[in-house]
């Protein structure tokens, strides 16, 4: 890594040591430290602080003020201990829903330990969305061309012993996985985030409730791509879900349907556009029965590798 990338980052990390509120995510460096290393950084190009959010947010007559929810530009990133940097890399971005942080999606849902039992040799990036709020909007990763700006920098983060060398490395196979109102920021991202032709899957966690048109128009121009669409029947997906069954039909879109109990690996391997309805709970849909793991594990990532290696 240049000596300019690794100062430019290492001013970050040094920030983020210097201010609230990473305290409970650098409680998990340590909880983690067996499954791999968490890197908790400050990064200009997080989703916030967003003009949009400068004077706060009000909610059925609640305010939720900026500075104790959308000024924390906190990005967390997750490398197994057998991750090794390539280049381009790969990475599984993920989006936390309403009323959580980056650190409590992470903890909560037991991401990390998923993405270390899967095998895969990919960065998990969490950014910090609206912090204990409940609002869906995605900062500057909405801007156009933010997504872009975001991994530039994400990217410069990585390791030297990791693997990285020179330059930062170039994005790889990206995968955007998203819960509840986390589909927000993935459906603004798919249409102007500056990088489509590198996603290359999508995965909402009973999140599909609105901007259908544009998950739509992007597996229209990407035919290859994963979209998998975990839904409940109270979590207020349900009808979406089925509108966005009915469009593809109407498209002659081909899809597949089941149970998320009755789906198979090779289920999950051989189709592009899965709807998998679930008997579980809102917060249960990512870490009850390993639903993030499992998609991983049948995903686009390259496979880490062996100890030989």
């Known amino acids: 890594m240049k000596l300019q990338s690794f100062q430019h980052c290492l001013g970050f990390l ?9 305290a409970p995510a650098q409680d998990l460096t340590r909880e983690l430290a067996p ?6 950084t400050n990064l200009a190009s997080a989703p916030f602080p967003h003009p949009q959010r400068a004077q706060g ?5 609640q305010t939720y003020p900026a500075p104790a929810h959308y000024s924390d530009n906190t990005v967390l ?20 829903g309403w009323r959580n942080t980056a650190a409590g999606a992470l903890k909560q849902f037991k991401l990390a330990e998923q993405l270390a039992a899967s095998g895969r ?8 969305g609206p912090r204990n709020a409940p609002d869906s909007f995605g900062g ?34 990206i995968i955007l996985s998203g819960h509840s109102g986390g589909y927000q ?13 590198k996603i290359q899957e999508v995965w909402l966690f009973d999140g599909l409730y609105a901007r259908t048109d544009r998950f739509l128009a992007w597996l229209e121009a990407h035919p290859a791509a994963r979209f998998v669409n975990l839904y409940t029947d109270n979590g207020g997906t349900l009808e979406e879900t089925k509108t966005m069954m009915n469009r593809l039909e109407t498209r002659r879109q081909s899809y597949y349907q089941n149970k998320d109990t009755a789906a198979t690996a090779e289920d999950l391997l051989k189709h592009r556009r899965l709807f998998l309805h679930t008997n579980l709970g809102h917060n249960e849909v990512l870490d009850k029965r ?15 590798p062996s100890a030989t290696d």
Do not use: M
């Open 185 to 197: 920021v993935i459906s603004a991202i798919l249409e102007r985030g500056g990088l489509p032709d």
């Open 14 to 22: 040094v920030f983020g040591l210097l201010t609230a509120p990473p």
């Open 77 to 96: 990133l997750f490398l197994p201990a057998r991750f090794r940097c390539t280049d381009p890399v790969d990475l599984v971005v993920h989006f936390h």
């Open 35 to 40: 499954l791999g290393r968490l890197i908790v």
């Open 121 to 128: 040799n990919a960065v998990l990036v969490i950014p910090q």
């Open 290 to 304: 390993e639903a993030f793991r499992l998609l991983l594990s049948t995903s686009c990532l390259r496979p880490e």
């Open 57 to 61: 947010h009000v909610y059925q007559g």
């Open 140 to 173: 500057k990763l909405e801007d156009a061309g933010g997504f872009a700006r975001f991994l530039t920098e994400v990217l410069a983060c990585l390791p030297a012993d990791a693997g990285a060398r020179g330059s930062p490395p170039a994005p790889g196979r």
